[in-house]
């Protein structure tokens, strides 16, 4: 990716690439699509959008529920992150078409945080769902934790709440700043878990 780009360039060619292969099957909606700095209004407004959307396309309560806990992990997972003075680049885009919700967030982290990420994910892909469900739990009962959450307890929501894999990407821009962009599926007949843990 090209660094000396501006920053709201590089999110909107980011988020150019991931509308062209979401939007060519068949029937695709675009339910939101924000690009710039993520700000403390636009998580409920964006959030609202989404609930609405479902409601009018009478969508099943547990897919409904699926769905908003990913959103809200997943802007969580912008804000906490992300490089506050690059937020311009950021975006959020969610998309429904035959198969489902399909959700995708890009921004600027630092190099280091790019790589924990992408450690994260790989080995998040690579466990089943009561893999996943162990380690949640244990998790939560661990001290790992800070009162912000932390822990990588919100890629574990968002993997345990989504069909697999989670799809990343991490791309250098200079020397200490990747942008990562990651990509969910929430889908009507994903054999996901409903219970509370």
């Given at each position: 990716?090209?660094?000396?780009?501006?920053?709201?360039?590089?999110?909107?060619?980011?988020?150019?690439?991931?509308?062209?292969?979401?939007?060519?099957?068949?029937?695709?909606?675009?339910?939101?699509?924000?690009?710039?700095?993520?700000?403390?209004?636009?998580?409920?407004?964006?959030?609202?959008?989404?609930?609405?959307?479902?409601?009018?396309?009478?969508?099943?309560?547990?897919?409904?529920?699926?769905?908003?806990?990913?959103?809200?992990?997943?802007?969580?997972?912008?804000?906490?992150?992300g490089?506050?003075?690059?937020?311009?680049?950021?975006?959020?885009?969610?998309?429904?078409?035959?198969?489902?919700?399909?959700?995708?967030?890009?921004?600027?982290?630092?190099?280091?945080?790019?790589?924990?990420?992408s450690?994260?994910?790989?080995?998040?892909?690579?466990?089943?769902?009561?893999?996943?469900?162990?380690h949640?739990?244990?998790?939560?009962?661990?001290?790992?934790?800070?009162?912000?959450?932390?822990?990588?307890?919100?890629?574990?929501?968002?993997?345990?709440?989504?069909?697999?894999?989670?799809?990343?990407?991490?791309?250098?821009?200079?020397?200490?700043?990747?942008?990562?962009?990651?990509?969910?599926?929430v889908?009507?007949?994903?054999?996901?878990?409903?219970?509370?843990?």
């Open positions: 990716m090209d660094s000396l780009l501006p920053l709201f360039e590089i999110g909107h060619r980011s988020i150019g690439r991931v509308k062209s292969r979401l939007l060519t099957g068949p029937s695709p909606v675009v339910v939101f699509e924000h690009l710039g700095v993520l700000s403390g209004d636009e998580l409920p407004r964006l959030l609202a959008t989404a609930e609405d959307h479902m409601k009018a396309a009478d969508e099943p309560t547990g897919m409904r529920k699926r769905l908003v806990n990913v959103l809200v992990e997943a802007m969580d997972n912008l804000g906490r992150h490089l506050e003075l690059m937020g311009d680049a950021t975006f959020a885009l969610l998309v429904r078409d035959q198969d489902g919700y399909h959700l995708a967030t890009g921004n600027v982290v630092p190099c280091a945080t790019g790589l924990v990420l450690e994260r994910v790989a080995i998040l892909n690579m466990m089943g769902r009561e893999d996943l469900k162990a949640y739990l244990k998790m939560l009962a661990g001290t790992g934790r800070s009162g912000k959450g932390g822990a990588g307890l919100g890629l574990l929501t968002l993997a345990r709440k989504s069909a697999s894999p989670i799809v990343m990407s991490c791309e250098k821009l200079g020397p200490f700043t990747s942008y990562f962009t990651l990509e969910v599926r889908g009507m007949h994903d054999d996901i878990s409903q219970g509370a843990a």
